[in-house]
Nanobody, 123 residues
Framework: QIQLVESGGGSVQAGESLRLSCVGS????????MGWFRQAPGKEREAVSC????????YYADLAKGRFTISRDNDKNAVYLQMNNLKPEDTATYFC????????????????WGQGTQVTVSS
């Protein structure tokens, strides 16, 4: 069965950093575009970033530009989100997602989702 498992969330103070990890199993990880999303209580889920199958193409939402970096290690079936200079408005549950195809672009859809990891940033 295809699974995506996120880790690395936690509680930090504003200005600190976290690195989220997502490990996939049961899929052709090296052929899949991967994305990160987040959702705060009472708000819609929003795209944060994506990365294509090889890592040569990335996309960042405005909220992430200049602070977050997405990367992947296909040998480890893993995708990462480095989050620097965290702000209280970054507080949310963060999800990773995998697509059956390999391209990364704004508003692309995904086929598989993880359960999420909580990030809480205090002021």
């Amino acid at each position: 069965q295809i699974q995506l498992v996120e880790s690395g969330g936690g509680s930090v103070q504003a200005g600190e950093s976290l690195r989220l990890s997502c490990v996939g199993s049961g899929l052709n990880f090296g052929g899949s575009a991967m994305g990160w999303f987040r959702q705060a209580p009472g708000k819609e889920r929003e795209a944060v970033s994506c990365i294509n199958w090889s890592g040569s193409t990335t996309y960042y939402a405005d909220l992430a530009k200049g602070r977050f970096t997405i990367s992947r290690d296909n040998d480890k079936n893993a995708v990462y989100l480095q989050m620097n200079n965290l702000k209280p408005e970054d507080t949310a549950t963060y999800f990773c997602a995998a697509a059956q195809s390999g391209a990364c672009y704004r508003d692309r859809t995904y086929d598989y989702w993880g359960q999420g990891t909580q990030v809480t940033v205090s002021s």
